[in-house]
């Protein structure tokens, strides 16, 4: 959650002085963990430990940001805790030497970019990464690798009973703290166990000399309970837990605060802190926070600047002062405190591979169908990543509105067999049109990122496969509203780009930039909704081909992308430009501009390097490729290549076919999802999956 609030701050301006003190505040973030120098440190102190190294990447050229983990979950208590006691944490900056660097490892190429999270083993093999930097995802995901790869926390020397009175009271309290010390080191299960049995080792009828410390630690064993609850994402429990103590005992009141703040019981959770006489820093920058979620800007924003001014050296000073510093600040004025719900924990965490081999193919479809109803939400959607950051009462964004039209494409491309996925692509189609009239009214700002482009041709390529804008006044006006946004948003030079700016400020006039995949899959949702709304799509559709032939090199290959302030050209190697080559020679020979021969040559390049691309399915990070191949555009490759393949003569198919199956079939997880970047997420991931075999299979 408090990723998602530094992301979502509002903009405050601050004097020469007090802006180098807060950034030097700011700065102290992250620094209650006992960082390793480099690698060799790291893994040296792993193996005399009995760790897992942590390594916390992040490498966003281009964007003003900050270090995102120190100023988010490396400054929850909880997170912290569980680093010290079972991980060596390391901050890896690109270039610097590791194991796993190596392509033949992991790899990590020279224009590796994102942020991610990674339990690698001392001998430097990668176990378990995650992209995500909520607390409650890192501590799920960091819990789970510890306990996967090093097994139950074993506590220092084990307490003894040695007598009565004081050496009893002494014993008692030695096995509370080590019940407290199993439940920081993320051991959960165990930790509950030993404190239900520490609970019934109580006397019912207590000594004198006991009487007050077996009460004391009653007390104790109730915020045992409560940090429990807390860790295992459960307010309600955490709220009964707290019940045992004294009503007006200050850590009950702002221990309550919170579990409300999490439940969204706002004015609730400041009525509790409004009672605290004497507020600890930790307090008021909880205080602060309910503040702004309640719609108090500048109440919020006060408590924050006196906090990090006055209180230099507490954590809420520093977090108060990284909130005011931050450079990814927007002028949003709502807040959200309430952390994701469980269903959506599992957007951060790794799932299983379970690869399959061609020949199996319509296993692997089948179950892909099944993953995808059984995960629809009922108002249409899937879950996808980017709702881990989102509010209960925020519109889903367009990552998510995509994700939903994949979906859709998928299911209704198994419609002809299954009711049940009809009805499913329909619902998601009705969910689009409904956000698209929604997002029609409230015009939201998309800054850094603009992935309506994106979006808006996903919903036109759905709408236009169903038929359903000829019926449904809805889905007609989503197609105008889509159209209508791809022509707001295309480039002087008929493309498009959802790189906006590396900055907030910069969002509002951003970079003249055209990317060719993304201006080819906007070029093949125009070609397919050319029926829905004759007299505009025509002027797009020809500006997007004379866009995406001006982003081909003399050999051919198409660039990734065109700075048309600057003419600079990134991108366009064999290697690079093999993986989006296939859908961009389609998207032309859709258009009327392309023929045969150009997609064989593509598709002949494709398959050349296909090796490369599938070494980075399954990354969390992006373009690490030694010719900066991506996760990230993995799955949408192969359904863009399938898609060609079928384009193709049936007497030329199978070779492609076999060798693009396999592919496909190995980017499967064990519950029948597949994925590619876990950022992207396995709806998204899934629904490619099955497009691409579906386009195989075609007659």
């Known amino acids: 959650m408090l990723l998602a609030l530094l992301l979502l701050a509002a903009c405050v301006n601050q004097a020469p002085d007090e802006d180098a003190l807060l950034r030097a505040r700011a700065a102290r973030c992250g620094s209650e963990l006992s960082w390793a120098a480099d690698w ?80 690698a083993s001392p001998e430097g093999q990668v176990l378990e ?15 789970e ?50 404190l239900e049995a520490w609970l019934r080792s109580f006397p019912r009828q207590a000594p004198p000399e006991l009487s007050v410390a077996v009460a004391n630690m009653r007390a104790d064993a109730a915020r045992l309970r409560a940090d429990l609850a807390r860790l295992r994402g459960d307010p309600r ?64 924003l006060a408590e924050l600047r006196t906090l990090a001014l006055e209180e230099p050296e507490t954590r809420g000073s ?80 367009p990552l998510a509105l995509g994700t939903t039209a994949l979906c859709g494409l998928a299911l209704h491309g198994a419609a002809a067999t299954s009711e049940a996925a009809a009805g499913a692509a329909r619902s998601a189609l009705a969910h689009l049109a409904a956000a698209s009239e929604r997002r029609r009214r409230a015009r939201p700002l998309e800054v850094l990122m603009d992935y309506t482009v994106w ?36 480039q002087e030079d008929g493309g498009w780009s959802y790189y906006l700016s590396g900055t907030v400020a910069g969002s509002a006039t951003p970079y003249r930039i055209s990317m060719s995949f993304t201006t080819a899959l906007a070029l093949r949702a125009l070609v397919a909704a050319s029926t829905l709304a004759p007299g505009l799509e025509p002027r797009l559709a020809a500006g997007a081909a004379d866009a995406l032939e001006g982003l081909r090199n003399d050999d051919g290959a198409f660039v990734y992308l065109a700075e048309h302030t600057s003419g600079a050209r990134t991108g366009g190697t064999p290697g690079d430009a093999a993986g989006r080559g296939p859908g961009c020679a389609l998207a032309l020979l859709e258009a009327g501009r392309g023929g045969l021969a150009d997609l064989r040559e593509r598709l002949e390049l494709f398959l050349e390097h296909l090796p490369a691309l599938e070494r980075e399915q399954g990354k969390a990070l992006m373009h690490c490729g030694p010719e900066a191949q991506g996760s990230h555009y993995v799955l949408f490759d192969y359904w863009q290549a399938a898609e060609a393949v079928a384009a193709l003569p049936a007497v030329e198919r199978a070779p492609l076919r076999t060798r693009l199956t396999g592919a496909i079939l190995a980017a499967r997880n064990a519950d029948g999802s597949f994925v590619d970047n876990p950022m992207i997420g396995r709806a998204a991931g899934t629904a490619m999956a099955l497009l691409a075999l579906q386009a195989l299979a075609r007659e």
């Not at 990464?129 to 819990?143: D, G, I």
């Not at 019981?265 to 509790?272: G, H, K, N, T, V």
């Not at 059984?374 to 881990?388: E, K």
């Open 40 to 119: 060799n440190a790291a893994a040296t102190r792993a193996r005399d430990e009995r760790k897992l190294v942590l390594v916390s990447f992040q490498n966003y050229p281009g964007f003003e940001l900050g270090e995102l983990a120190s100023i988010g979950p490396f400054m929850d208590p909880d997170v912290v805790a569980l680093v010290e006691a079972r991980l060596v944490p390391l901050r890896l900056e690109l270039g610097m030497p590791a194991p796993f660097t190596a392509p033949e490892v992991y790899g990590m190429g020279p224009k590796t970019f994102g942020v991610a999270l990674m339990l």
């Open 145 to 194: 690798g510890v306990r996967a790869h090093l097994g139950p926390y074993h506590p220092g020397r084990a307490p003894r009973a040695s007598g009565t009175g004081s050496a009893e009271r002494t014993f008692m309290e030695a096995v509370r703290d080590e019940i407290a010390e199993r439940i920081r080191a993320g051991d959960l299960d165990e930790g509950e166990r030993a």
């Open 318 to 397: 520093w977090l108060a002062a990284a909130l005011l510093v931050n450079p990814a600040l927007t002028t949003r004025d709502s807040w959200n405190l309430v952390p994701p719900a469980r269903e959506l924990l599992a957007e951060g965490l790794s799932v299983p591979p379970a690869p399959l081999t061609p020949g199996d193919e319509a296993r692997a479809a089948a179950e892909a169908v099944a993953w995808l109803l059984a995960r629809q939400r009922t108002d249409g959607s899937w879950p996808t990543p980017s709702d881990l950051s989102r509010g209960p009462a925020d519109e889903p964004s």
């Open 237 to 300: 429990a955490g709220l009964a837990a707290l019940g045992a103590l004294p009503d007006d005992e200050p850590e009950r009141l702002e221990r309550e605060a919170g579990f409300l703040a999490s439940l969204g019981a706002y004015d609730e959770a400041a009525a509790r802190l409004a009672r605290l006489p004497a507020p600890s820093a930790s307090a008021r920058f909880q205080r602060a926070l309910l503040a702004l979620a309640r719609g108090e800007r500048e109440a919020g």
């Open 129 to 143: 990464e995650t992209f995500s930097l909520e607390s409650t995802v890192v501590y799920a995901f960091l819990r």
């Open 455 to 490: 979006s808006h041709p996903c919903a036109l390529l759905l709408a236009a496969r169903t038929g359903s804008a000829s019926t449904s006044e809805p889905v007609r006006a989503l197609v105008q509203d889509s159209l209508a946004e791809l022509a707001k948003k295309q």
